[in-house]
């Protein structure tokens, strides 16, 4: 689990002594709990078939997180569907155009 940096330990030690002061409103309050609740129901399963090797990758990445591997699976599928997930360009990589009608890479001579 990541160590908190110096911020992080700043906010909590003026949350524990009680510096910080709620600005929501009670109504405010009960609609982002709602949401919350919203969002942390899980009420489908879903089986799907990954490789050995990127299983093992995940469940590894997910120890470095703290959190079960099936919770880290869940909470990329969520950040991709919502549009919260971004695509890294190895480094060094050339963008490579993507065909607006496909959605296929395009090469030089199609298109």
Same mark, same amino acid.
Request: cysteine-free; charged content about 30%; overall charge positive.
């Given at each position: 689990?990541?160590?908190?940096? &110096? ?18 409103? @009670? ?8 949401? %919350? !609740?919203?969002?942390?129901? @899980? ?12 299983? #093992? ?10 959190? &079960?591997?099936?919770?880290?699976? %869940?909470?990329?599928? #969520? @950040?991709?569907?919502?549009? !919260?997930?971004?695509?890294? @360009? ?6 490579? &155009? ?7 890479? /395009? /090469? !030089?001579?199609? %298109?």
């Amino acid at each position: 689990m990541m160590q908190p940096d &110096p911020f992080e330990l700043e906010m909590l030690e003026a949350y524990e002594s009680g510096k910080l002061k709620s600005v929501a409103s @009670k109504t405010e309050l009960n609609r982002l709990k709602a949401a %919350a !609740r919203a969002t942390a129901i @899980k009420d489908r399963r879903v089986n799907i078939r990954l490789s050995a090797g990127d299983l #093992h990758d995940i469940q590894v990445k997910a120890l470095e997180e703290g959190m &079960p591997y099936q919770t880290l699976i %869940a909470s990329i599928l #969520h @950040k991709y569907v919502t549009g !919260r997930l971004e695509e890294r @360009k190895p480094r060094g990589a050339a963008a490579v &155009p993507k065909s607006k009608a496909t959605g296929r890479r /395009t /090469t !030089r001579g199609s %298109a």
